[in-house]
């Protein structure tokens, strides 16, 4: 499939891109989609949650009563679940959330995402460019040239571009990555993707079978 290719001020070229329909056409594996963000989602926890329990609550080991004749239940620690300041029972412990995935598993993933991205016409494919200073003002007026004010945006760049992803670092709603760093979730999350020409043949090279 042929995109336009647009200039940052929103304006068309006469230049088209041609996209792979091996990695931007494919029947999307929601199986796979969702396995990806699902790891992606695990690795942002911390999972450094934490309770006591009872062996590491502080506090007196002597036997609070007698074992009968009180006429309650039996008790033998000041540190029981049951006790205002006590443990708690099966309480989180830290933990980490990670787990592994297959790489071609989440290159599918990734080629799921950006099928149904194109399908649903929400990938625009821009010249490549770059910014002489990072300035917030630069990024605003780009996204007022594609009517993205105010709404969720990826940009893929075919690498890092220090001034272009400092511009866009006051801005919420706004991610800025590298081909390399694409990941499933934030195609989904994204309205509207903007990929450089030199992003497409980068994502093409690292998304072959």
Do not use: C
Not at 47 to 71: D, L
Not at 109 to 131: G, N, V
């Amino acid at each position: 499939m042929e995109l336009a290719v647009y200039k940052i001020n929103g304006d068309v070229t006469s230049k088209k891109v041609s996209l792979s329909d091996d990695i931007f056409a494919i029947t999307p594996n929601d199986h796979a989609i969702w396995l990806d963000v699902k790891q992606y989602l695990a690795n942002q926890r911390q999972g450094t949650h934490k309770a006591k329990e009872k062996s590491e609550v502080s506090g007196s080991t002597r036997k609070i009563k007698r074992q009968k004749g009180t006429g309650t239940a039996r008790a033998g620690s000041i540190k029981s679940p049951l006790f205002p300041g006590g443990a708690r029972i099966f309480g989180p412990r830290v933990r980490d959330y990670n787990f592994k995935l297959n790489k071609k598993l989440k290159k599918l993933a990734r080629k799921s995402a950006l099928s149904y991205k194109l399908k649903d016409d929400q990938i625009t494919i821009i010249e490549d460019f770059t910014f002489e200073t990072p300035k917030t003002k630069n990024f605003t007026e780009l996204l007022k040239n594609f009517q993205l004010t105010g709404k969720k945006t990826l940009l893929v760049l075919s690498k890092f571009e220090e001034n272009v992803y400092l511009s866009s670092r006051n801005l919420k709603r706004v991610r800025v990555v590298s081909a390399s760093d694409l990941n499933t979730y934030e195609i989904l999350d994204a309205t509207r993707l903007l990929i450089t020409e030199g992003s497409v043949r980068e994502i093409e090279k690292i998304h072959q079978n």
